[in-house]
């Protein structure tokens, strides 16, 4: 699901969250305009840390929608609530376009090293290609 573009109805269904959680997803969205990263999630009030881990892999920040109203906001941080002391970074992450949930992405930075690819390539030809190449070694 595009978190930039999804509506209350499709938000409520995901895992971790309900019709409160979805419906402040859309606030924040209104307020802060787009998600680059999911990372973002974290800042939404009522998300916290299960939740996250939840919904994280089944949200998608695509980078079409994610670039409207964001070009300003590009590189920087932005600060949690008062309650919770962790910044979260703003710069747009490829791998949260597809299904590898954030908890694995160590494992996916190392596999894309083995591969001899950069991340910012990823989905062309040259960067499946060596994906390909590596699997078949």
């Known amino acids: 699901v595009d978190i930039n573009t999804a509506s209350l ?9 309900n019709q409160s959680r ?14 680059t990263n999911r990372q973002q999630l974290r800042l939404v009030k009522g998300i916290g840390d299960k939740t996250y881990e939840q919904c994280a892999g089944f949200v998608r920040v695509v980078p079409q929608t ?17 309650k919770q002391s962790t910044s979260v970074e703003t710069d747009f992450n490829p791998l949260d ?19 001899g690819v950069d991340l910012k390539n990823l989905g062309t030809p040259h960067f499946i290609a060596n994906v390909e190449r590596t699997l078949r070694e």
Do not use: M
């Open 9 to 17: 109805s499709v938000l409520r269904k995901i895992a971790g969250l």
């Open 22 to 35: 979805a419906g402040k997803i859309l606030e924040w969205r209104e307020c802060n305009g787009q998600f």
């Open 66 to 82: 994610a670039q409207a109203g964001s070009s300003d906001r590009q590189g920087k941080r932005q600060q949690l609530p008062k």
């Open 97 to 115: 376009q597809t299904w590898i949930h954030p908890e694995s992405y160590s494992t996916a930075y190392r596999f894309i090293k083995k591969c």
